[in-house]
């Protein structure tokens, strides 16, 4: 075998050449994952090593195309984390309440199940019509999904015992109508949500949000990067606004825990505290 | 066989059906001071509260904790892949988690904290297949043992299911099987064999001289 550390160094090499390329940045995110990755695609690449596929990336999009797919990590549930959705009926929206109107960011949506949890709770708790919801991700293939809001129909098995475990009480079938292998959500889920693309690592604030679900993307990032990361979600969210993390993920060793609070400290959610006592 | 003479840095743990009782087996004839740090997949249903670690520390002296994502390997913890979720090690030695897709069937994989670990580790690593009746971690052995590291399997004769321990020893040509009672002794052994022929050396090196 080569020399493990040379794979390591065409490794920084490769994500160096596809941000100065393409412009999407992957340098600061956790590396074993990464280069998992990598070598899978090299594998069914039949290419020799990284250097190569170095090559081939920068010469041929469709090549960088495929191994972005790779590096996208888009697992993701609706309903992930039954517990987590009865906090956030039971914590969160009563906050909610009190404002007026509601902008509610996701962040790193992947294929849409999240934002789509999020819109039926929201239509239960009678809070839609007030509601703007906005779903980004950086991958531009799971955001067009997103948007199509069509699920393989397998899934919504899970589904639906994970909606009734977070305390869901209607009918779940209500919400989508299934055609074959497809379970279409209802059109009337994404009437106020807006899907676009933004990527953590290097765009900004985008406006002012009363709750920012940001769920099992932050454990991809390093330390830096999560810190950037939980920079824009401080400086986007309004004083009492919400930030939930996913069940493995903390702003405890960042730069800005200290301006939040936990309300819900298994779950992962956060309230941002008035700046006068952060 | 003779002991190799070398400072290990790490110990990478596997195991699946009737894991529970086999790990906990190896871990209570452990001592608190034992110098790895042992990081540990067992399959569990995904959903599952995990107990694990308290059902594990009962009997333990190590202290046993589920791992966090970034959080600096120590030695002397044990660090458990909580459900659902593949434990991976960083090159610096941080953990890491991440819900990347099954392998194996399993999240947590055991083949992915092996193969990390040795990224890692490098030859400094020891790695122990337990019970299991799948093959999840026989790749990751073989893995340890081309960066030359230990490889240890539980004898599939003591084991609960023989297949996981089987897989390995056909994957790989293993250091040692051994019976499940002996496997922490036989640890122990490994680690403080080091110190000792490290003396034995620099004694020989003296008369040479
Ligand atoms: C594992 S999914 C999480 C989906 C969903 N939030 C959940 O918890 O089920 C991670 C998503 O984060 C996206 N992502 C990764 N890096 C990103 C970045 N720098 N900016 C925006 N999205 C990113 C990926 O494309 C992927 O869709």
């Not at chain 1, 909606?163 to 299934?178: H, L, M, P, T, V």
């Not at chain 2, 690593?125 to 030359?148: E, F, H, V, Y």
């Amino acid at each position: 075998m080569d020399d493990p550390h040379n794979e390591n160094i065409e490794l920084q090499l490769l994500l160096q050449a596809i941000h100065l390329k393409y412009g999407y940045d992957f340098r600061d995110y956790a590396k074993a994952s990464i280069k998992r990755r990598v070598l899978h695609r090299l594998k069914s690449s039949q290419l020799p090593n990284i250097s190569a596929l170095q090559h081939s990336i920068l010469n041929d999009v469709r090549c960088f195309e495929q191994l972005l797919l790779d590096l996208s990590i888009n697992v993701t549930e609706m309903f992930r984390d039954p517990s987590f959705y009865q906090a956030l009926r039971e914590t969160v929206i009563p906050l909610l309440r009190e404002f007026p109107f509601l902008k509610i960011w996701h962040a790193g949506c992947a294929t849409g199940e999240e934002v789509y949890s999020m819109a039926i709770l929201l239509k239960e708790e009678g809070l839609y019509s007030r509601a703007q919801l906005y779903a980004t991700d950086m991958n531009e293939v799971v955001l067009k999904q997103a948007k199509d809001g069509i699920f393989p129909i397998s899934r919504l098995k899970q589904y639906t015992e994970n909606y009734q475990k977070s305390g869901g009480r209607e009918a779940f079938s209500d919400y989508y109508s299934a055609h074959y292998e497809h379970a279409v959500m209802d059109k009337s889920l994404k009437e106020n949500i807006l899907f676009s693309d933004h990527n953590l690592a290097t765009d900004g604030v985008f406006g002012e949000m009363h709750l920012i679900m940001c769920r099992n993307v932050l454990i991809y990032f390093n330390r830096e990067l999560q810190n950037r990361a939980l920079g824009l979600f401080a400086d986007s969210l309004c004083e009492g606004g919400v930030l939930c993390l996913g069940s493995k993920e903390s702003i405890r060793f960042s730069d800005y825990s200290r301006q939040f609070e936990d309300i819900a400290r298994e779950e992962k959610i956060y309230l941002k505290k008035p700046a006068c006592y952060s | 066989m003779s002991l190799p003479c070398k400072e290990f840095q790490a110990l990478v743990i596997g195991s699946s059906a009737g894991g529970v009782y086999a790990l906990s087996a190896v871990l209570s004839t452990l001592p608190a001071d034992f110098s790895l740090p042992i990081l540990i997949v067992q399959h569990m249903h995904p959903h599952s509260k995990s107990q694990l670690a308290s059902i594990l520390q009962k009997k333990a002296q190590l202290s046993i904790r589920e791992a966090e994502e970034k959080e600096r390997i120590q030695p002397g913890v044990v660090y458990l892949a909580p459900p659902n979720y593949h434990l991976l090690v960083e090159l610096d030695r941080h953990l890491a988690l991440s819900i990347d897709e099954r392998v194996n069937y399993s999240r947590p994989a055991i083949d992915l904290l092996f193969e990390s670990a040795v990224d890692a580790y490098r030859d400094k690593l020891i790695g122990l297949i337990l019970t299991g009746a799948n093959s999840d971690g026989a790749a990751g052995l073989r893995r340890i043992k081309q960066a030359g590291g230990y490889a240890l399997v539980q004898d599939p004769q003591s084991a609960e299911a023989d297949a996981m321990p089987l897989a390995a020893c056909s994957a790989t040509s293993v250091d040692k099987v051994l019976p499940l009672h002996e496997i922490g002794p036989h640890l122990l052994q490994l680690v403080n064999h080091y110190p000792r022929c490290l003396n034995a050396r620099r004694s020989e090196l003296k008369h040479s001289s």
